[in-house]
């Protein structure tokens, strides 16, 4: 689960990157931190991805059904 804090952790080593360079540990960190990060988007675009449902506008659907027209 992303969090404030290792989103706030991933931004502190960025600025330090930046502006003193980290140490050998640091850089562990921050491409770990980093690895977590984009792997929780991943599941989380996956998870919708899965989720849409495509509707066939020629198709009728039972809660749908002359109710409404579709455009």
Known sequence: M???EMID????LYHKSKSEGLT????L???KLRREYIKEIR???????????F??????HDDC??????N
């Open 55 to 60: 509707v066939d506008e020629d198709s009728c």
């Open 24 to 27: 050998d540990e640091e850089k």
């Open 9 to 12: 952790r991933i931004n502190f």
């Open 29 to 31: 960190e921050q491409s």
């Open 43 to 53: 599941e989380r675009v996956k998870q919708q991805l899965d989720n849409i449902e």
């Open 2 to 4: 992303i969090t404030k």
């Open 65 to 70: 059904c002359h109710h409404h027209q579709h």
